[in-house]
């Protein structure tokens, strides 16, 4: 996977967004102004996405060296998950979608992540 990849994968989630809030090479992924993916544009050799904290330990454990704590994040809600290693893209699109799906769980006020799940719903989440 490529940043073009990612980046067209990520946009076809539904309403996802793009910005650079921190500089101009962190590229940053939103769904209701929450972020669920973040990278480096200029050195694209990982990625980070949201994780229930139970998951995030056994991926690291799982895949050690590729599935690590990112970097300035949460430790424990946020995986850093290296790009351009074995682990295959179908895999980084699941990581990328389970964290999309997990930041629209804790949207608020909950009228709002109703309304988003409703879309969601309505038009499917991209597989591949």
Known sequence: ?????????????????????????????K????????????????????CDPDEAILLRERYPDRVVPAFHSNKRHWNGIAVG??????????????????????ITPKARRQELEELIEKTGLPEE
């Open 31 to 50: 769904i209701g102004g929450k972020m669920f993916c973040y990278t480096d544009m200029v050195r694209f050799d990982q990625l980070a996405v949201k």
């Open 85 to 106: 290693s074995d682990l295959s893209d179908a895999f980084i699109r699941e990581q990328i979608r389970a964290s999309y799906r997990l930041v629209v769980g804790g």
């Open 1 to 29: 996977m490529d940043i073009l990849e990612l980046r067209r994968y990520c946009l076809s989630l539904p309403l996802a967004e793009e910005c650079t809030p921190f500089d101009e090479t962190t590229l940053v992924f």
